[in-house]
């Protein structure tokens, strides 16, 4: 047999159907066209051309006959019948012919054209002239379960992920990966990350997109709003009007210590309902590192079920003196 081995060339057993050859061309003609190998162009160009021989013998019946039993040098006596060239090939696959070796308009709208219809793609979606225009897949989407003080202080989640795709012989195949997801301080429900092409793959389609969008867990004590982190705190009555200090677990593990009116002077009453706010304290602003948002704490007062009469004498004499000004 003769120095080239087409077999060889198009990664295809001896015993290729059609559609095996038209796989394999599209495939190899994509990753080895010159225009898609500009560092690499002439060791491409021979690559190429080599493509576009093997293919060219072995879609016909006739010269792979030949080939099959005389090789390479069976087809040069007698001359083999005239087969397409290099442009003629990759036009019927992908509508025009994308070559920058002409630098005519012309040539160049044409090579614009074979690149919008899809050149370049891992696959095309059939054999033909205007054949490469394919939509991509809709992209899958899967939820990533984070609990609230993963997104405060950020998480490198390791995903592993068992995908369908095509191979390099255009068979199915199941293959694992594990994906790396850097969670960012301040990320938000919702928020989503893309890996191009991660999705699972159908026989002549693009692979899909991969997104993993961001779901908050539900806290024991905080609640998420927005950049705000909201808290709730019961008090007696006595604390409500004494003033006390409440102590908070903070999402990064630090114990918070909130002064709740005893310090103060002239500090406002804590009543049902009301909200201490306290700068700097929720969750990090993802656009702006180093800030974060406030922590509202809401109070509810535990009111006591009975008094005796003298405790109400005199808390109803103390609480006029107050309204007094004295």
Partial sequence: MGSLDYYEILNVDRSATDDDLRRAYRRLAMRWH??????GKSDAEAKFKDITEAYNVLSDATKRAVYDQYGEEGLKDPPPQPGGSVDDIFAEFFGSTPFTYSNNTRAKQQQQTAW???FGRPYDQGVGAGA??????PPVESKLACTL???YTGVTKKMKISRNVVDASGRMKTESEILSIEV???WKKGTKITFPGKGNQQWNQLPADLVFVVDERPHDVYRRDGN???????VTLAEALGGTVVVLAALD???LAVDVGGGEEDAPVVCPGYELVVPMEGMPIAREPGRHGSLRIRFDVAFPDRLTRPARAQIK??????????
């Fill in 34 to 39: 010159p225009d898609k190998n500009p560092e």
């Fill in 116 to 118: 919008d219809g899809g």
């Fill in 132 to 137: 490469a225009t394919m939509a991509a897949p």
């Fill in 149 to 151: 003080e993963e997104l």
């Fill in 184 to 186: 960012k301080p301040g």
């Fill in 228 to 234: 705000d982190l909201l808290a709730e705190a019961r």
């Fill in 253 to 255: 593990g630090r114990e």
């Fill in 317 to 326: 004499r103390i609480l006029e003196l107050e309204a007094a000004g004295g």
